[in-house]
């Protein structure tokens, strides 16, 4: 038997012990055309080390190719198991469908999609945010950004705001934007119940404060000078990875 044909009936007994999902093992199947180009590559090899024995090398190939034929497949055990205790809905024909499971399934994602940004990106500044005081000394503007908070939210600040330092603020004074959500659009409900809201919207809240809060973004700190406040340009924010 020629030295390539032997070696592609090795290599196909090998795959059928190792894939035996592959059952079209024929002569028009691209798979088999791989199988005998290699055998076809291992002949040109033992070919060119005939001056170091390639012929007993060629059939040490074969040898080799043969006893993988009885090497088991490798199994998996489970050793052990552990739950998240996460849950979401499994829907199925027939199921009755109540405000439980849709709440359920938007927590889910939602809680998902925070400890992916919590996780990979951290906390801090993503871009804009930066803040300015007026010639006045007293009125603070925030440029437009988005932030990500220590629990993954996305704090956005979607135009620009404008505030003025209450007097008495202590100096120094942080300048935090929060995240905050609010109901609204009510619709009337079921039963002669009063009106509901119909959404959740997500917001920002800016704050003027000694000490952040644990959910809080610090953006700029304020120094109070004789002229007014101004931004410290020694504070470097926190930033998102």
């Not at 798979?31 to 291992?42: K, P, R, S, Y």
């Not at 400890?115 to 000394?137: F, N």
């Not at 950004?145 to 004074?173: H, K, M, N, W």
Request: with cysteine.
């Amino acid at each position: 038997m020629h030295v390539s044909q032997a070696l592609a009936e090795a290599l196909n007994r090998t795959m059928a012990s190792h894939a035996p999902g592959w059952t079209n093992r024929n002569d028009a199947d691209p798979g088999v055309t791989i199988l005998e180009v290699m055998a076809w590559l291992a002949e040109g090899l033992a070919y060119r080390g005939r001056i170091e024995g390639g012929a007993s090398a060629a059939k040490r190939t074969i040898a080799a190719l043969a006893r993988l034929h009885s090497i088991p497949q490798e199994t998996s055990v489970a050793l052990a198991e552990s739950w998240s205790g996460t849950k979401r809905p499994n829907y199925f024909s027939g199921k009755l469908l109540g405000t439980d499971d849709l709440t359920q399934e938007q927590n889910y994602f939602l809680d998902k999609h925070r400890r992916h940004l919590r996780t990979l990106h951290g906390y801090g500044i993503v871009q804009g945010l930066q803040a300015g005081v007026d010639e006045t000394g007293v009125t603070i503007a925030i440029e437009p950004g988005l932030a990500l908070d220590a629990y993954g939210r996305e704090i956005s600040l979607s135009e620009q705001l404008t505030i003025t330092v209450p007097p008495g603020t202590p100096s120094p004074a942080l300048v935090t934007v929060e995240y905050t959500e609010r109901f609204v659009d009510p619709v009337p409900a079921l039963d002669n119940e009063p009106a509901k809201p119909s959404r959740i919207e997500e917001g920002c809240q800016v704050a003027l404060v000694k000490d952040p809060c644990d959910g809080c973004v610090v953006v700029a700190r304020l120094i109070n000078e004789q002229n007014g406040w101004r931004i410290d340009p020694a504070f470097a924010p926190a930033r998102a990875r």
